[in-house]
C-alpha cells in the first residue's frame, strides 16, 4: 500500500512515517497544501495504483491550502485514491463538511495508531469482501489469552498481568512470528500522544518476559535489536 501523508505537524508526522514504514508500507510525505495536492495529482498521473493500492491521509488545518479544499479539488479533478481525513476540530459540521467535500473517512486528533492502520486497511481493501471476525482466543505455543475474560496462562498456570502487561501481550498474539517495531507498539499500547523516545517498551516488555519466559525451557518473546520485537512458537 502506499500512503501519501499530508501533515504539517512535524512529530505527528515523523512519528506515522516511522511507524507506517515499520508495517511495511510506502510513505510519501507533504508538509503544506499545495505540495500535497501536487504530490497527490503527480501520482494520479503516473499511475501507481496499477502495482499497490493509494491511500492520502488529510490533515484538514494546513499551511498554504487547507484540506478540505484540497479533498474538493481532487474529487473534481476525477482522482478517486480513498482519503482519510485527520483533523483537530472533533464536531459534527467539521465531520459532515469533510465527508461531503469527498472524504472517504474521518478521524479526529489525538488517534491510536493500531485505529488508523486498520482505517488505512479496510479503505485500501474497499469492495474486495467481508472482514475475517477477530477471534476471541488466542495461542502461540502454550500460552493462551481470552480476549473477552482478558485472562492469560502458560501451560495452564494463570498470568499475573497488568492492564497494559495484557494489551502488550495481546498485540504480540495477534500475530504470531511478526516483528513489531516500537513505534508500533507504542502507538498500539500508549497511543499517539506518547513520547516516541521513551524507553517505556522495553521496560514493559523486560516486565512480560520475566513472567512469561523466566524460569521457562523454552522463550517465547524475541528481540531483534534496532527492529523490535516478536512472540513466536518455536520450530521443531
Not at 1 to 6: A, W
Not at 22 to 32: C, D, F, I, K, N
Not at 120 to 126: G, P, S, T
Request: hydrophobic content about 40%; aromatic content about 4%.
Amino acid at each position: 500500500m502506499n500512503i501519501i501523508l499530508i501533515e504539517d505537524d512535524p512529530r505527528i508526522a515523523d512519528f506515522l512515517q516511522r511507524g507506517l514504514r515499520a508495517e511495511g508500507l510506502q510513505v510519501q510525505r507533504a508538509a503544506t497544501g499545495p505540495e500535497g495536492l501536487a504530490l497527490v495529482m503527480e501520482t494520479a498521473r503516473q499511475n501507481k495504483t496499477e502495482t499497490a493500492p493509494t491511500v492520502v491521509v488529510l490533515d484538514l488545518m494546513l499551511p498554504g491550502m487547507n484540506g478540505m479544499e484540497i479533498c474538493q479539488t481532487l474529487r473534481a479533478q476525477g482522482i478517486t485514491f480513498p482519503l482519510l481525513m485527520l483533523t483537530a476540530l472533533n464536531t459534527l459540521e467539521e465531520r459532515v463538511a469533510g465527508l461531503r467535500m469527498g472524504a472517504d473517512d474521518y478521524m479526529c486528533k489525538p488517534f491510536e495508531f493500531e485505529e488508523l492502520l486498520a482505517r488505512l486497511e479496510a479503505l485500501a481493501r474497499r469492495g474486495q469482501g467481508p472482514k475475517i471476525s477477530r477471534p476471541t482466543h488466542l495461542q502461540v505455543a502454550d500460552v493462551m489469552l481470552d480476549r473477552e475474560s482478558m485472562r492469560a496462562s502458560r501451560a495452564g498456570e494463570t498470568l499475573n498481568l497488568t492492564a497494559r502487561e495484557l494489551a502488550l501481550l495481546e498485540l504480540l498474539m495477534s500475530a504470531p512470528g511478526r516483528l513489531f517495531s516500537r513505534e508500533r507498539i507504542l502507538s498500539s499500547v500508549w497511543g499517539l500522544n506518547e513520547d516516541p523516545l521513551t524507553n517505556v517498551v522495553d521496560v514493559y516488555i523486560r516486565r512480560l518476559r520475566s513472567k512469561i519466559d523466566e524460569g521457562r525451557p523454552v522463550p517465547l518473546i524475541q528481540t531483534m535489536r534496532g527492529l523490535g520485537y516478536r512472540l513466536e512458537a518455536p520450530t521443531e
